[in-house]
């Protein structure tokens, strides 16, 4: 008869001679694709560094190769200060003075001038009164001047107007 200490109970299942290999394998195989990637990213910044740097021997010719700007003739020069000027105006301060007071007044279209300073602007506005108004508001901020409301559509949801100036220098 046998006593229940003597008795050794094999509970574990016995590991299969494999599976430790089959570990090793996916572990070399994921630091192997890791390297890879890793090489990957290395060598492409590698190359849009070189990409970004001129040479020295390029960047001497291209130096070298820039014509000379032609000297300007009077006209030349007549029109690059126009244009100058132009560039130049208070485009901000204009805008800024557009910008309808009420949140009832839209602006449809702007056309600006700039060489003879005519500004067109269409808009539109729940009633006729604000469409009235909002040309009363532009001759008051003084941005335009001979301020002019040309036409006036008035529906029943909304009034649909044109207005023109003369952008004051």
């Given at each position: 008869?046998?006593?229940?200490?003597?008795?050794?109970?094999?509970?574990?299942?016995?590991?299969?001679?494999?599976?430790?290999?089959?570990w090793?394998?996916?572990?070399?195989?994921?630091a192997?694709?890791?390297?890879?990637?890793?090489?990957?990213?290395?060598?492409?910044?590698?190359?849009?560094?070189?990409?970004?740097?001129?040479l020295?021997?390029?960047?001497?010719a291209?130096?070298?190769?820039?014509?000379?700007?032609?000297?300007?003739?009077?006209?030349?020069?007549?029109?690059?200060?126009?244009?100058?000027?132009?560039?130049?105006?208070?485009?901000?301060?204009?805008?800024?003075?557009?910008?309808?007071?009420?949140?009832?007044?839209?602006?449809?279209?702007?056309?600006?001038?700039?060489?003879?300073g005519?500004?067109?602007?269409?808009?539109?506005?729940?009633?006729?009164?604000?469409?009235?108004?909002?040309?009363?508001?532009?001759?008051?901020?003084?941005?335009?001047q001979?301020?002019?409301?040309m036409?006036?559509?008035?529906q029943?949801?909304?009034?649909?107007?044109?207005?023109?100036?003369?952008?004051?220098?």
């Amino acid at each position: 008869m046998s006593r229940a200490g003597d008795t050794d109970l094999y509970l574990r299942q016995p590991r299969r001679p494999g599976t430790w290999l089959a570990w090793v394998a996916a572990a070399l195989v994921l630091a192997a694709a890791l390297g890879w990637s890793q090489h990957a990213v290395d060598s492409k910044l590698e190359r849009q560094r070189k990409a970004s740097q001129p040479l020295p021997k390029q960047a001497a010719a291209m130096a070298r190769r820039a014509p000379a700007a032609p000297a300007l003739n009077e006209a030349g020069r007549i029109q690059m200060v126009q244009q100058l000027a132009l560039i130049n105006r208070d485009w901000n301060g204009l805008l800024a003075s557009l910008v309808p007071a009420d949140a009832d007044t839209r602006l449809l279209s702007l056309d600006i001038d700039p060489v003879s300073g005519a500004v067109r602007i269409s808009a539109s506005a729940a009633t006729a009164a604000q469409a009235n108004d909002y040309t009363v508001l532009l001759q008051q901020r003084g941005r335009l001047q001979e301020v002019r409301l040309m036409s006036l559509d008035g529906q029943p949801q909304q009034a649909v107007f044109e207005v023109s100036g003369q952008w004051a220098r």
